[in-house]
């Protein structure tokens, strides 16, 4: 039976000054086990996925079920079997840890013993035994997150969805959260997790679909994706803008990235001599070029249109913790 | 799991969760209890030399003889409007998100409503009951006997309701806390356009009229008489009624719109 099952679903907000399509034609499939990833921009329509998926929001239209169960019409069963860590969600600053996850575990049914052994699992799971009894207040923003994930995963359910788990963490937290979530994964833990970072999608998700103004534009395993574009690609450099223009017309078929034109080839090193010869033959002085496989980066460029912000963020904060 | 996750269970481990956040924001308290407080000191000193014993006598003697018993209701009143602090709770966990984590869990709808006008009730009880404590110490003496402060107190207590109700529908149809927080504006024409100072007899023009139709009058009004006059029951009946009315108005506009809330968009 496949995990999480959407068909086509679609969700538009209405108020009085206007409609939104928030998320407009959405599928994709999730088998139990894995780590799917929805990777796509600020408004690309995750939450609002993440929102339906978890009973949270209506649907539309379109139909989505998890473990064989119909989202839309039986939400109480589909909120036994799956965990949300939401990406607006609130954790009360005023209450320890400790005493969070404890109410939790009360709210979903425990004995005042079994929720005692259960926070104590928990807290250990998620790393914060040390932190259990000082208030939320000042956990580090690794901390809370953990916490959050630590909450969502209080009635050990098989489905867990994590709406950006790592979004504004550094570097560090980033790492000990993707190997958490790995963890469970390994534990049979099915999960689906958005994300804006292509570093993450990489990384964690067992398959990606990459969503796009409420569209999934590409699906598939990250080497599946990179595969899809074929090839190799090359990049070409200029001194300025005006060499730039000069070789999108003699290139053709170019996408560019700012000071940078891509383009897609099969065995790319042995091609370069040639379009250097031709670019150079028109006046074009080239700064650099390289050639290279294809990055998710790269699939992200060629599927959108353009190139996702932030990514860049991941690496230079890595940078400078290096630093 | 399941026979733990009674309506009973639910609502009692939010209401102390949500008891837990008073207790540790305590200082959130001290302003509506000391501008209570004040009602009943500061009114005291001013007023309490001429229209308390002195007063014996002359046409002013509306107090008879203690004006502490006067002006302690309005104190109360003043006290029980602490309830409004329901709504407050109820958005903040809005605003910060935790009401969408409770509504992702199998928790019934109506013990994440009912737990902040638990915790309003909880406060409405404790700080009228602390103002009619410092009242009994300088000087309060129902004129029915110590029934009267049972009867002060039920009274607080149900127009407490009717403000927590007030503040819940308010804060959540407009969605923030400034909204909870503009609700508790009430608190001035409530208070002042009211029989605060002198009966309601020696109100004049506009203000009679608009304290006619203040609510607040006929609960002060009931407080005051089994705490001046004696037992006045066509006057305590009044009380009774308008505070029950308004509760029950506020209470059926709060669950309209907090069943408005907890449906998915
Ligand atoms: N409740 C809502 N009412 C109106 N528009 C909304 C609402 N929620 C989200 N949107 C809009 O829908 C789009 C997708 O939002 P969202 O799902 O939050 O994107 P993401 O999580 O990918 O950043 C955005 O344009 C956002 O402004
Ligand atoms: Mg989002």
Known sequence: MLAVDVKNIKKTFISKQDTVEAVKDVSFQVKQGEIFGLLGPNGAGKSTTILMLTTLLSITDGRASVLGIDVATKDKEVREKIGVALQDTGIDNLLTGRELFFTTCRLWGYSKKDSEKRTTEILELVGLVEAADRRVKTYSGGMKRRLDLGLSLVHSPEILFLDEPTTGLDPGSRRVLWDEIKRLRDNGVTIILTTQYLEEADELADRIAIIDEGLVVAEGTSDELKAGIGGDVITFAFENNDFLEDAKNILKNTVQDKNELRITVEDGASKIPGYLKDLTSNGVEVSSVSASKPTLDDVFLEVTGYRLEGSEDIKNEEEKSKR | ?265
Request: aromatic share 12%; charged share 15%.
């Open chain 2, 1 to 265: 799991m399941e026979s733990n996750r009674s309506f009973l269970i639910q609502l009692q481990i939010l209401t102390k969760r949500m008891v837990l956040r008073v207790v540790r924001r305590p200082l959130a308290e001290l302003p509506n209890l000391i501008i209570s407080a004040f009602f009943l000191f500061v009114y005291d000193g001013a007023l309490g030399g001429v229209f308390g014993g002195s007063a014996s006598g002359t046409p002013f003697d509306f107090a008879k003889g203690n004006f502490i018993n006067f002006i302690l209701p309005v104190s109360i009143v003043s006290a029980s409007l602490s309830g409004a602090a329901s709504g407050i709770y109820l958005v903040e966990d809005i605003e910060s998100g935790v009401f969408k984590r409770y509504q992702s869990m199998p928790i019934s709808r109506w013990a994440i409503i009912l737990a902040p006008m638990n915790v309003g009730a909880f406060r409405v009880l404790l700080q009228s009951g602390l103002i009619l404590f410092i009242g009994i110490i300088i000087g309060a003496d129902p004129a029915v006997g110590n029934i009267g402060f049972l009867i002060v107190l039920s009274l607080a207590f149900l127009w407490g309701m009717g403000f927590a109700g007030y503040s819940v529908a308010a804060g959540v149809k407009s969605g923030s806390s400034q909204g909870a927080q503009a609700a508790t504006f009430l608190f001035f024409p409530a208070i002042f356009l009211a029989p605060t100072f002198v009966p309601r007899e020696a109100l004049k023009g506009w203000l009679e009229t608009a304290a006619a139709y203040n609510p607040t009058t006929y609960v002060i009004e009931a407080m005051r008489a089994v705490m001046v006059d004696g037992w006045e029951l066509d006057v305590l009946f009044r009380g009774y009624l308008s505070a029950g009315l308004f509760a029950a108005l506020t209470l059926t506009l709060a669950v309209l719109s907090a069943r408005k809330a907890t449906e998915k968009a």
